[in-house]
């Protein structure tokens, strides 16, 4: 689904080269849950930037979904962005001035979609994450977890083969933070594959498979997926207590 | 289109948007009817007066001294200037349009009418008056040097041949019979007969309703020592020819002074000075309140821009092209545009309904305020562009950075 070979990211000015991401590999494959940690500051952001599409890379290569994204035109980038990948921010960057519904309708409207498909999208993503009944409620009228389930609708609303989460519970407190977790692997158990980059080793234990990023470079990569310890009540609360 | 949303995110954020808007709708209010008033002056600037006023000019001459006989030294100069190389032709005459100064009259159809049938004024010319005035003759006659009679400033003016223009002939005799048919310029007998009809001139007034209504009258009119002399000159030879006439005067008699030569591109420049001031002034502002709204649209959006630079960067995660940002931003300017313009409309037909209840202003025809919308449409659409391209450029990983 994502793999990246030999993948450098250098920061250039006319004194310095910083390496963001050196030689970096990952393999990640279709319905794997992904855990991207590591220190602050070690690449993680880079990675889930580049993963994304958001940003371009210096060298090696990038396959997404068997597409070589190396030499994308900008606009490329965007339509492939829009139509493979789902973003949930630590923020939930929500627009603050839409809807729920018109919010979960930014991604499907860039994609070109019809009226009554947007409609139809939009309706069942919320529903999954429980909040069908307040499509006509603004992100302030909802607290941090319901705004973050509004992401996860919106990523899921175009139907994207991967998840891309950048701290996804880092904003929320832990009661909120196990609402999200269990709707990610729920998404996950699905079918969607996740890449969720975490610096709590707690939630990064849920997933199959950790990466630990260090200095821009892959440290530990727990290649054979793991099997899925059953959640219970508490785990992660009690993790980020 | 992202109309619906867009409109729905600004109805959050009403107040910069009725700020612009009411900006908007204040400057097409204005602009239209401002340029309305610049086009009828304009209009008024540029009406035609008959002559050739490229090549004619005119000045006055007024002798001193004892002795000095004006009559003789007006026939005399004129057979001077008439002799002038590059001169076309030359006559007295007691006005020249665009002056602001002459003599105006009633003019009838009966005797000892009341109100009389029309309003003119006289021009006193010699018979190379039509030749020197440059107008054209349509129908009958020019005077001959036998008509011309000596005049006397006091006198009852009751000549007894005229010529006059074709809007005095006209509304005198609407059924287009004026040649031939006799008129009262005096309120007593004897009666003066249409003997020619000119195409067009003016009267000297700028303002005067009936500004085509002209007498043209055989007279030798001096006003005691002080004659004033129109000379049209041959073609491109006007500025050649007025150095050449004031030398030729001053030579000629010594006991007068020669007057300013004005051409009569002078004279019309002079004549319409308020009206070419304001217009300039409109004109001014017209320029400052484009500019100002085209600031305004240009501030409120580069403020937009940077406070939304987050929400720009998330919606290209999401898949926004930079195109989408671009369209989004100029379409977010077209929606407040138009609202703007919508009520500007309605306000630039208020204004004129207005200015024709209180100055008498003609109403602003109608395509005025489309032409307007298509303007402002475009001042807004370039206005925005700038913060648009900014905002489409800006990058896609803003939306994962935690300010």
Redesign the interface.
């Known amino acids: 689904m994502l793999k990246m070979t030999h993948l450098q990211k250098v920061y250039r000015t006319h004194l310095i080269e910083t390496y963001a991401l050196r030689d970096f590999s990952i393999n990640v494959r279709e319905g794997e849950f992904v855990a991207v940690t590591g220190p602050s500051g070690s690449g993680k952001?880079t990675f889930?930037?580049i993963a994304?599409?958001?940003?371009e890379f210096t060298g090696g290569e990038y396959l997404l979904d068997g597409v070589d994204v190396a030499g994308l035109g900008?606009?490329a980038r965007?339509?492939l962005?829009?139509?493979k990948i789902g973003?949930i921010?630590?923020?939930f960057?929500l627009?603050p001035?839409?809807?729920l519904f018109?919010n979960v309708?930014?991604?499907l409207?860039?994609?070109g979609f019809g009226a009554a498909d947007r409609k139809k999208r939009i309706e069942e993503s919320l529903s999954r994450v429980g909040l069908a009944s307040r499509m006509k409620h603004?992100p302030a009228e909802l607290s941090g977890g319901q705004q973050q389930r509004v992401a996860i609708a919106?990523a899921l609303a175009?139907s994207p083969r991967l998840l891309l989460a950048?701290e996804p519970t880092g904003n929320l407190d832990s009661l909120m933070a196990r609402g999200v977790m269990e709707l990610l692997e729920e998404i996950n158990r699905q079918g969607t594959t996740i890449v969720m980059v975490t610096h709590d080793p707690e939630l990064a234990a849920r997933a199959h498979r950790n990466v630990h990023v260090i200095d821009g470079q892959v440290t530990d990569f727990d290649d054979e997926p793991k099997l899925r310890r059953p959640v219970r009540d508490g785990d992660t609360a009690a993790a980020i207590a | 289109m992202?109309i619906r949303?867009i409109l729905?995110?600004?109805m959050?954020?009403k107040v910069s948007m009725i700020l612009i808007g009411l900006q908007v709708a204040l400057t097409l209010a204005i602009v239209c009817n401002a340029l309305f008033i610049i086009g009828q002056r304009l209009e008024l600037m540029n009406r035609p007066s008959g002559m050739n006023e490229a090549d004619t000019f005119m000045f006055g001459s007024s002798g001193f001294g004892q002795g000095y006989d004006g009559r003789a030294v007006m026939k005399s100069d004129l057979a001077v200037l008439r002799q002038i190389p590059g001169v076309a032709d030359a006559t007295p005459s007691n006005s020249v349009p665009m002056s602001g100064g002459g003599w105006g009259s009633g003019i009838s159809l009966q005797p000892k009418q009341k109100t009389s049938s029309a309003d003119t004024t006289f021009y006193m010319v010699d018979d190379h008056g039509l030749n020197s005035f440059g107008v054209k003759l349509i129908a009958g006659r020019n005077f001959t040097p036998a008509e011309i009679e000596d005049h006397d400033q006091g006198a009852r003016v009751q000549p007894p041949v005229i010529i006059v223009t074709k809007a005095l002939a006209d509304k005198l005799f609407p059924n287009g019979d004026a040649l031939g048919k006799q008129v009262y310029l005096d309120e007593d007998e004897p009666r003066s007969t249409i003997v020619g009809i000119v195409e067009k001139t003016q009267e000297p007034w700028i303002d005067s309703k009936d500004i085509e209504h002209a007498t043209f009258i055989p007279y030798f009119l001096p006003y005691g020592n002080y004659t004033r002399y129109l000379v049209r000159a041959e073609p491109g030879r006007r500025d050649e020819v007025m150095k050449a006439v004031e030398q030729k005067m001053a030579e000629a008699n010594p006991s007068r002074i020669i007057g300013k030569l004005r051409s009569l591109q002078q004279v019309r420049h002079e004549a319409y000075a308020n009206d070419r001031a304001m217009a300039i002034i409109l004109g001014a502002v017209i320029a400052a309140l484009l500019a100002v709204t085209a600031l305004g649209i240009v501030g409120m959006a580069s403020f937009w821009v940077a406070q939304r630079t987050?929400?720009i960067g998330?919606?290209?995660?999401?898949?926004?092209?930079?195109?989408?940002i671009l369209r989004y931003f100029q379409t977010e300017n077209f929606i407040i545009t138009t609202m703007g313009l919508i009520a500007g409309g309605i306000l630039a037909y208020g204004l004129s309904l207005w200015l024709m209840q209180q100055y008498q202003s003609p109403r602003l025809p109608w395509y005025y305020v489309p032409v307007g919308f298509l303007c402002l449409w475009a001042l807004g659409q370039l206005a925005v562009l700038g913060p648009a391209l900014r905002a489409s450029r800006v990058?896609?990983?803003v939306?994962?950075r935690?300010v």
């Open positions: 952001t889930l930037n994304g599409l958001l940003e900008d606009d965007s339509r962005r829009n139509e973003f921010f630590q923020s960057n627009i001035d839409l809807n018109d309708d930014v991604p409207r860039y994609r603004y919106r175009g950048d | 992202e949303p729905s995110a600004l959050r954020s987050r929400q998330t919606r290209r995660a999401l898949g926004a092209t930079k195109f989408d990058p896609p990983a939306a994962t935690n």
